[in-house]
């Protein structure tokens, strides 16, 4: 599987440690950021270069995932974006802006690495469009 370089973002310390447990599991993934609080990540976004996919909660203190997700999109519509949540109510508006996949926690290595190619699919189709 091709290599991605990931952001993590989840306000609950232990759920991130978890994530980030589990994301380890896979070789190709470089945890290049992680943090409990979503407006400092959309800050370390913006300045980045190189972030495929992030996985973020959907509640959160100040900015919620959906909001952190369309201020992502703006910045950059290519990176990808996988809601990590509690919550099956939010499923649907979760779609509306155009996310990668949605997981319910707790977080099982069979959903992330379904994400994860997914996200590889997707990076493979863009370089391949660069290229034409």
């Not at 190189?50 to 959907?58: C, K, M, S």
């Amino acid at each position: 599987m091709r290599e991605l370089n990931v952001v993590i973002i989840d306000d609950e310390p232990l759920i991130l440690e978890n994530l980030k447990y589990v994301l380890k599991q896979f070789e190709n993934i470089h945890i290049r950021y992680e943090s409990t609080d979503a407006v400092s990540a959309l800050e370390y976004v913006k300045e980045a270069q190189g972030i495929q996919i992030i996985f973020v909660d959907i509640t959160m203190p100040v900015l919620n995932g959906l909001d952190f997700a369309e201020r992502v999109f703006e910045l950059n519509p290519n990176i990808r974006i996988v809601f990590v949540t509690a919550y099956e109510q939010y499923a649907i508006n979760s779609f509306s802006v155009n996310v990668l996949d949605y997981i319910l926690k707790p977080v099982e290595q069979e959903e992330l690495e379904a994400a994860l190619k997914k996200a590889v699919g997707l990076v493979d189709e863009q370089s391949r469009l660069k290229l034409l």
